[in-house]
C-alpha cells in the first residue's frame, strides 16, 4: 500500500511565526485531504489538494503530485493552531475504494 | 448543514462484552467509511460503504469486527467480546458521490475503553 511520511514529527512557534509542514508519498493519488486534528479529536478539514495550490486564509496549501510531496503552510500563527496535522492520501482503483491512508501527523504548539 | 454524527461519544465497557457504535452520514452522501485511531497504531482504515456495492471489509482487524448500513444511510460498527487492545477512538466519515474525487468529511468519533 501507499506510504505517507510527514514531517517534523515535532513543532513549537511562537505566536507570529511562519511554518511548513511536508507531506510525502509513495505512489501516485487521486486525493490528498490536509487535517487539522484540535484538542477535542475532531478532525477538521482543511484542503482536498490531489495537484496544485489552494489558500484559505493564513493557511495555504501546495501538492506537486508527479514528484509525490505536499506541502502546508501556516503564516502568522496563532494559539488556536495547535493540534496536529495530518495527511491523508488515497489511489481509487476500480476494484477498490478511495479509503484514506493516513500519515503520522504533526504536533503543532504554538506559544504565546 | 449538519455533519457527521457519531453516538456514543464516550463508552467504557468490560472486556468480553459487546458494543455497538452508531454513524448517521451527512445527508445525501452515498460513501461511509469507519476508521480507528488508536497509540499504537495511528489512524487506520476498517471498512468502506459505496451505495449498494458489497462493502470493503480489508481494514477490518479480526472476525470480531463487522458492520452494516441500512438504507444506504446509518451505519453501525459492531464489536463482539471486546478486548483491551480494541480501546481507540472510532472515527466516521462521509462523503458524496457527484462523478468525480470529493472531500471525506469525518464525524467527532467514539472513544472506546475496554476494561
Known amino acids: 500500500g501507499i506510504q505517507v511520511e510527514q514531517s517534523p514529527p515535532d513543532l513549537i512557534l511562537q505566536e507570529g511565526a511562519n511554518s511548513t509542514l511536508r507531506c510525502n508519498f509513495s505512489?501516485?493519488?487521486?486525493?490528498l485531504q490536509w487535517f487539522h486534528q484540535n484538542p477535542w479529536g475532531q478532525l477538521i478539514n482543511l484542503f482536498y489538494?490531489?495537484?496544485g495550490t489552494k489558500q484559505n486564509g493564513r493557511l495555504s496549501a501546495t501538492t506537486v503530485a508527479t514528484e509525490r510531496y505536499s506541502l502546508l503552510y501556516i503564516s502568522s500563527s496563532q494559539t488556536t493552531d495547535s493540534g496536529v496535522y495530518f495527511c491523508?492520501?488515497?489511489?481509487?482503483?476500480?476494484?477498490?475504494?478511495?479509503?484514506?491512508?493516513f500519515g503520522t501527523g504533526t504536533r503543532l504548539a504554538v506559544r504565546p | 448543514g449538519a455533519g457527521v454524527s457519531q453516538s456514543p461519544s464516550n463508552k467504557v465497557t468490560e472486556k468480553g462484552k459487546d458494543v455497538e457504535l452508531r454513524c448517521d452520514p451527512i445527508s445525501g452522501h452515498t460513501a461511509l467509511y469507519w476508521y480507528r485511531q488508536s497509540l499504537g497504531q495511528g489512524l487506520e482504515f476498517l471498512i468502506y460503504?459505496?451505495?449498494?456495492?458489497?462493502?470493503?471489509k480489508s481494514g477490518l482487524p479480526s472476525d470480531r469486527f463487522s458492520a452494516e448500513r441500512t438504507g444506504g444511510s446509518v451505519s453501525t460498527l459492531t464489536i463482539q467480546r471486546t478486548q483491551q487492545e480494541d480501546s481507540a477512538v472510532y472515527l466516521c466519515?462521509?462523503?458524496?458521490?457527484?462523478?468525480?474525487?470529493?472531500?471525506?468529511?469525518f464525524g467527532p468519533g467514539t472513544r472506546l475503553l475496554v476494561l
Open positions: 489538494i490531489p495537484s
Open positions: 466519515a462521509s462523503r458524496a458521490d457527484r462523478g468525480r474525487w470529493e472531500t471525506q468529511y
Open positions: 491523508a492520501v488515497s489511489y481509487q482503483k476500480k476494484s477498490s475504494g478511495d479509503k484514506l491512508t
Open positions: 505512489d501516485s493519488v487521486n486525493n
Open positions: 460503504f459505496q451505495g449498494n456495492s458489497a462493502p470493503d
